[in-house]
């Protein structure tokens, strides 16, 4: 009975962590000139949907440190979305989802959906367009 239990909580254990981001993948982010966050991690996506990663950090810290990464690229802060993109400034929503971009929130449902620690609600997602 005791082997069942330590296999269960085994399997449960690695279930309950988010995914390894693959080497391609990263890869890809990397030749898109994005730097991932050190304290953020990876927990869904490819290069179809777009790569989520989640952190503890505050969203205005990463919001920041994103800024300073990446200082020629434009950001679109309307309608409660905040994201930087490699592209012309002060282009409306269609463009901007045209071109490679990271988006910044807060969500606190990602803990749940990823089984996470609670205070992991900053939300960071990556999509590589182009």
Partial sequence: MS???VLFLLIFSVSSYAESLNPLDAK???NAGI???SKAIFVYGNKDVGFRF???VSPKEVQEWYRKQLPKWSLYNKYGS???YNGEPDKDMPYVMSVNQISI??????PGWY?????????ITIMIVK
């Fill in 105 to 110: 929130s807060h969500n606190a449902n990602l």
């Fill in 35 to 37: 730097p991932l966050h």
């Fill in 115 to 123: 089984s996470l620690d609670k205070n992991m609600t900053t939300d």
């Fill in 3 to 5: 082997k069942v239990i």
């Fill in 54 to 56: 989640a952190t503890n």
């Fill in 82 to 84: 905040w994201i930087l």
């Fill in 28 to 30: 890809l982010i990397k």
